[in-house]
């Protein structure tokens, strides 16, 4: 035991020292032949917990993020080793099998189209270039919902099994192919924009392109797919649609197989005994109490016999609200010559003519915005009206872009 324990230790040693070389200026070549000596016979999923322990001992995730292509250039030779095949991610509709199949238009996309297409710009004086690529670089912003899938269906669940650092990792990289992607669409935008500059960083983000799709077929899907319980698949396949899909689009549902999880005992759900469940999610009735005051917003709420069960107390009000108005009917609550425009309203929202009704108007420096919602349940059943206000002049007055957190 003592020889395995010194053995990761010293695994994590090189693991430390090769990313203070890349962080240097050595390349990936000159590390990778070290890196892969010392990998040898190590499975992804401990490389992954070597460098989930860098992290915890107060290294940054950028750092360990340089470890990335040395991964991949690594792992091309030898990934088929660690890389154990499921049968269930094979099936159509499976998440998995959705994410390779996007990979697999991706990388279509990349090799037979943007490829090609900037080695064709290199070598004849085409002015139609920047229009081709542009076509291109459309489409391959639909990768950004691939990403997304990725990273908020199925990050959430490998953080719940405490694997965080492969996440914060690969997020980060993600985010830079983003940010590369989006780089050519201004570059093609701009037409004093230098073609040999933009046919390298074109190159170059499809590259990208290719590089994380093959860290994600060999060591994040085979690592989620010897995490994560059917249960949670179905979690994953239910959420997929309501982010949407890259180039490809399941033609079904997924069924999955009911098998007894086995091996390691999983996680147990919070206890949510107390709580106020919700379509998504559950809270304290002492958060949701905090969470509706906190919002720079007022909201009242009259149920369907048009009484006043409920307003928010921000900090800041547009209206005042006393307490002794619950209770009341919503007529009541209004100067008589203005009360059958508010039994108008609800009417309309009662009825279904409308869904909701909207007023702004001029009150000293406040530019208030007033709406009206019917509230109706899944079957379209009404059950009330909520009513809320708000000071719009502070965000009509916002100009320009703020990126930063100011001290």
């Not at 297409?117 to 070598?123: D, F, T, Y």
């Not at 147990?268 to 958060?287: I, N, R, S």
């Not at 969470?291 to 369907?304: G, Q």
Request: aromatic content about 8%.
């Amino acid at each position: 035991m003592s020889e395995v324990i010194n053995n990761r230790e010293y695994r994590q040693k090189v693991l430390k020292e090769l990313i203070g070389e890349l962080h240097e200026g050595k390349s990936v070549d000159e590390v990778k032949a070290r890196f892969e000596k010392m990998i040898d016979g190590v499975s992804a999923s401990e490389i992954s917990e070597m460098e989930q322990a860098l992290i915890r001992e107060g290294m940054p995730v950028s750092e360990v993020q340089r470890l990335c292509d040395v991964h991949a250039a690594v792992f091309k030779g030898s990934i088929e080793e660690i890389h154990r095949p499921e049968s269930e991610a094979d099936t159509p509709g499976h998440p998995i099998h959705t994410f390779k199949e996007e990979n697999r238009a991706l990388e279509a996309l990349v090799n037979e189209k943007l490829l090609p297409a900037v080695k064709n710009a290199e070598s004849e004086d085409s002015v139609d270039y920047a229009s081709l690529l542009s076509d291109i670089f459309r489409e391959l912003w639909e990768i950004d919902k691939h990403y997304s899938r990725k990273e908020n269906l199925l990050f959430p669940y490998m953080e719940k099994y405490d694997i965080t650092a492969p996440p914060k990792v690969m997020w980060g990289v993600d985010d830079e192919i983003r940010a590369q992607i989006k780089e050519v669409m201004a570059l093609l935008k701009d037409s004093n924009a230098d073609k040999k500059e933009i046919l390298e960083k074109a190159a170059a983000a499809g590259d990208r392109v290719l590089e994380m799709i093959f860290k994600e077929e060999n060591i994040l899907f085979p690592m989620v797919l010897e995490t994560l319980t059917e249960d949670e698949w179905m979690e994953i396949e239910k959420s997929s649609d309501e982010i949407g899909y890259c180039l490809y689009k399941p033609a079904m549902r997924w069924l999955p197989m009911r098998t007894e999880a086995s091996g390691a005992e999983k996680p147990k759900v919070e206890e949510t005994a107390g709580y106020v469940h919700f379509d998504a999610g559950f809270m304290l009735p002492e958060e949701i109490n905090a969470l509706l005051n906190t919002l720079p917003i007022d909201m009242t709420f009259v149920d369907k016999n048009g009484e006043v069960k409920y307003f928010s107390q921000g900090k800041e009000r547009i209206f005042a609200r006393p307490k002794t108005i619950i209770g009341r009917q919503v007529s009541n609550c209004h100067p008589p010559a203005s009360a059958h425009i508010v039994e108008g309203i609800v009417a309309d929202l009662m009825s279904g003519k409308k869904d909701h009704e909207d007023f702004w108007i001029k009150m000293g420096e406040k530019y208030v915005y007033i709406r009206y919602f019917a509230v109706r349940n899944a079957k379209g059943e009404y059950l009330g009206t909520v009513e809320v206000s708000q000071d719009i002049k502070p965000i009509q007055d916002i100009t320009g872009e703020k990126r930063l957190v100011e001290d």
